[in-house]
């Protein structure tokens, strides 16, 4: 469905600054019996909204298509994530004095690691998910999870069982949204007028483009999230933004606190970061084109890497498979062609196909057993951890590519210095 007005202001006054191309939904990883099925690629552009300057793709792909039955993206794998976690609970409990039995809804809530924290600082939980077989992971785990999206439906099953929540937390939920509108208003019915809060994480757009993150762009991310252009839009809900947190998790996020107008002080911190928005000039076109540029060159220098060193006879593979490393594989056209195969910490991900190249994936462990010459790292915001993780590999000779923002090479040696 190609998108004709922008998300927030229904303005139809869109420029296109970035496109990457066609590609099949990041997350459709392929059986082996499935490796001759034909593949469905969608656009995958980038529209600024000339009027409000929200960010957001040009096509939206079907969530049906996007969100299958077995998702195989489960959270919070790393000690990052974990970390992570616990502190964005504790900062909530002090600013916003949320009580005993407190209700907390978590929206794409996967296997709960977020709820679990809320749950043992007593809170009553609640999450939803659309992934049936990741809500079964979930209520293994005595973390009651309902299997739908987050609508009307979702909404009165949790007001009639659970009554008003007080905390609702989304992270890496609210840029997947396309009704937004549609959205704020299941919030509405849902969250506590007087105390409530609304808890967001999503990655921040002037990150992206500072750090030349063009691999986060994928289909599922309808939107790339600014703050200025959001202002607006929440206050025709009566909500407004109290706080903003940033974060260095997945490159580079921002946790936006809002709530109902008045309810709470509004902290300076929403000031600062409209003001490095600002500067950043997110909507000139001259920011937008340059930046298209910088990715076009990322793609030829790191193709140009491979292919020297393929001719070379080195042997490449590919150390974490996340969704957005399929964006980057898919635009730069690497595939099996120049990596034996990838590895995945996640077991949904190992023994399938990556979309699009059909590099095929499987443990970490093949790593050390098959000593490939270089891996390329697709999980850069990770990747002290994971090299510190792997530093068997380093130490026998393994070198690693970092693909972005600059193309890197690291060796034992160069990590010791
Ligand atoms: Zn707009």
């Excluded at 066609?22 to 059986?31: L, R, V």
């Excluded at 792909?61 to 502190?87: A, C, G, M, R």
């Excluded at 974490?320 to 034996?340: E, F, Q, V, W």
Aim: charge should be positive; glycine fraction near 4%; charged fraction near 25%.
């Amino acid at each position: 469905m190609i998108l004709k007005k922008c998300r927030l202001c229904d303005s139809k006054k869109l420029f296109k600054f970035l496109d990457l191309g066609s590609h099949p939904p990041s997350d459709q990883f392929k059986k082996k019996i499935e490796l001759d099925t034909p593949t469905t690629n969608y656009p995958l552009q980038v529209n600024s909204c000339l009027s409000c300057g929200f960010k957001q793709l040009s096509y939206v792909v079907e969530p049906e298509i996007l969100y299958q039955q077995n998702y195989p993206y489960e959270s919070s794998l790393t000690y990052q994530v974990k970390k992570h976690f616990d502190e964005f609970v504790k900062s909530i409990f002090k600013d916003y004095n949320l009580k005993k039995n407190d209700l907390a809804v978590d929206i794409g809530s996967n296997t709960g690691v977020l709820l679990s924290v809320f749950k043992k600082n007593n809170l009553r939980i609640v999450g939803v998910d659309p992934a049936s077989n990741i809500c079964k992971i979930a209520n293994r785990k005595s973390i009651p999870t309902i299997n739908s999206f987050f609508d009307r439906n979702a909404v009165n099953k949790i007001l009639k069982k659970k009554g008003k929540a007080q905390i609702i937390t989304g992270t890496n939920v609210f840029a997947h949204v396309n009704d937004l509108k549609l959205f704020l208003k299941n919030i509405k019915r849902l969250i506590h007028n007087k105390r409530g809060i609304l808890v967001i994480e999503v990655p921040h757009f002037l990150t992206l483009i500072k750090n030349l993150e063009y691999d986060t762009i994928y289909h599922e991310h309808l939107s790339y999230i600014s703050v200025i252009p959001l202002i607006p839009f929440l206050k025709k809900f009566k909500l407004e933004i109290v706080d903003i947190q940033q974060r260095e998790v997945h490159g580079g996020s921002i946790r936006i606190i809002i709530s109902e107008i008045g309810n709470y002080r509004v902290k300076k911190s929403v000031l600062k970061i409209c003001n490095m928005e600002k500067k950043a000039k997110l909507n000139s076109r001259k920011v937008l084109v340059n930046f298209q540029r910088k990715v076009i060159q990322n793609r030829i220098k790191l193709t140009a890497l491979l292919t020297k060193l393929k001719k070379m006879k080195k042997k490449i593979v590919i150390l974490s498979a996340p969704a957005k490393g399929m964006t980057l594989l898919n635009y730069c056209k690497i595939d099996k062609d120049y990596i034996d195969y990838a590895t995945e910490k996640s077991s949904l991900k190992q023994n399938l196909f990556t979309p699009g190249g059909n590099i095929p994936v499987y443990s970490d462990d093949k790593i050390l057993k098959t000593k490939p010459h270089y891996a390329l790292l697709l999980a850069w915001n990770f990747s002290k951890e994971i090299i510190n993780n792997n530093i068997k590999y380093l130490k026998k000779g393994g070198k690693f590519i970092i693909p972005i923002p600059d193309i890197k090479i690291i060796s034992y040696k160069t990590k010791r210095k």
